[in-house]
């Protein structure tokens, strides 16, 4: 007999009649003997009605009274499980975050979970009941109503189980695992058995969105293991554990392919080459609260420097216009933006025992005839900028050359 926390996620308790087969899916797994705790998302679509309403009176509400409207979608969900649950015959009681005591910092509409009191929902447990709480929602040390950020109830998921110290936290969701990559771009992607949270959370990252990157940060805080499936379809789904249960099994040099559309790429030229300028012009850049990605800085024959960098491409002209004062001021030739770049990447621990990964890589990239304008590396993950044109044509090359094609799985 083992506990279970299992997080359905707003598809999957869309309508009522999908709250049923939630229920009963619940019920399987208590006719099979096990403990379940289930955290439920609003059903979906209801978090950004409640939010639309909001901004029909003020463009930034007041935070605080934000987390009172949007906590009421979970609300709405955790009652009609439970009613659900005992029509079919099995005992069950919802809880709401205040309820349950998610205990969170203040800071609403983002808010961090520091204890969770696990007293009564042992208590329900231990006398055959359900537990049913609602995700995404806490309150803090005054005994205001907090959210944690959009996707937020993964995030209640892992917590939950960590604090319960559940043998597994289930992720049901719409697609069936995480994927070698997306299945609309490569149609014979393969679902992965086993993921590092290490891989997912790069996968993450980069644009993989399958949990709340901040769930899998957690999970891997706490080693939970974590399983993503789907609650419309039976299968193992994926499971994400630690590296070292993972290293004992036999591993695939390359996990998975990410990709982002959503960089853009500038250029400072010919800036003149000092101690210190990469900086000048970064600084600026990071005190507007624009993210960087992907830095290069070559320096030519004539002692002068070009500078490149990706940022998110809706913040590329607000970098231009915090640059340009700058730029005039180092003396640098010109800035110049690229919005029709992608970043491509392959992530795998595999890597760190592999060499020649980058090479091959690059040779895949070569062999298409796709040039790569910038590139990047960490211990588990090599990226690539390239014109995103190219985009569909990389991923599919380097997902054939990495033996990541799914051989039941046709062109
Ligand atoms: N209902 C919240 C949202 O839509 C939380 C969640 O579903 O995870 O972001
Ligand atoms: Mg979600």
Redesign the pocket.
């Known amino acids: 007999m083992s506990l279970f926390v299992q997080k359905f ?2 598809t999957s308790v869309g309508t009522v009649e999908k709250i049923k087969a939630v229920a009963k899916k619940i019920a399987g797994f208590k006719e099979q003997g096990h403990d379940i705790v289930a955290a439920v ?2 059903m ?1 679509g ?3 009605r409640l939010i639309g309403m909001a901004n029909e009176i003020q463009d930034t509400p007041d935070p605080r009274e934000m987390d009172v409207l ?1 906590s009421t ?2 609300q709405v969900t955790i009652a009609l499980l439970c009613m659900c649950l005992k029509e079919l015959g099995l005992d069950a009681r919802s809880y709401t975050g205040t309820q349950v005591k998610i205990l969170t910092d203040s800071a609403h509409n983002k808010a961090r979970i520091q204890d969770i009191d696990v007293e009564n929902m042992r208590k329900d447990l231990d006398a055959g009941r359900v537990v049913v709480v609602a ?2 929602q806490g309150v803090d040390d005054d005994g205001n109503i907090t ?8 995030t ?1 998921g892992v917590a939950l189980a960590a604090a319960l110290k559940a043998d597994e936290c289930q992720i049901y969701t719409d697609v069936d695992g995480v994927y070698t990559t997306d299945p609309r771009v490569v149609s014979n992607a393969s679902r992965l058995e086993r993921i590092t949270f290490e891989e997912m959370l790069e996968m993450a990252s980069l644009g993989s969105k399958v949990l ?1 990157i901040r769930s899998v940060e957690f999970a891997g805080k706490y080693n939970v293991p974590l399983r993503v499936l789907s609650t419309f379809k039976e299968g193992p789904g994926t499971l994400i554990t630690l590296d070292e249960e993972y290293t004992k099994m036999e591993q695939p040099v390359v996990s998975g392919i990410a990709f982002n559309r959503d960089e853009a790429k500038i250029s400072v030229l010919g800036i003149p080459d000092s101690p210190g300028v990469a900086s000048k012009i970064l600084a600026p850049v990071g005190a507007a609260n624009i993210e960087v990605d992907v830095i290069v800085q070559n320096v030519a024959a004539d002692n002068t420097n070009d500078l490149t960098f990706t940022v998110n491409r809706g913040d590329a002209e607000k970098t231009i216009a915090t640059l340009e004062p700058v730029i005039a001021q180092l003396g640098a030739r010109e800035i110049v933006s690229d919005s029709k770049i992608v970043k491509v990447s392959i992530v795998g621990v595999g890597m760190r025992s592999h060499a020649g990964v980058a090479s091959q890589m690059f040779n895949v990239l070569a062999d298409e005839g796709i040039n790569i304008q910038m590139i990047t590396t960490s211990e588990i993950k090599i990226s690539v900028i390239i014109d995103e044109k190219y985009l569909e044509l990389a991923v599919r090359g380097l997902h054939t050359a990495f033996g990541l094609d799914n051989p039941e799985v046709g062109e």
Do not use: K, P, Y
Request: charged share 15%; proline share 0%; aromatic share 4%.
């Open positions: 996620g707003g998302s609003a979906s209801e978090t950004n949007v979608g979970e995700g995404f959210t944690l950020g959009r996707g937020g109830s993964d209640t709340q």
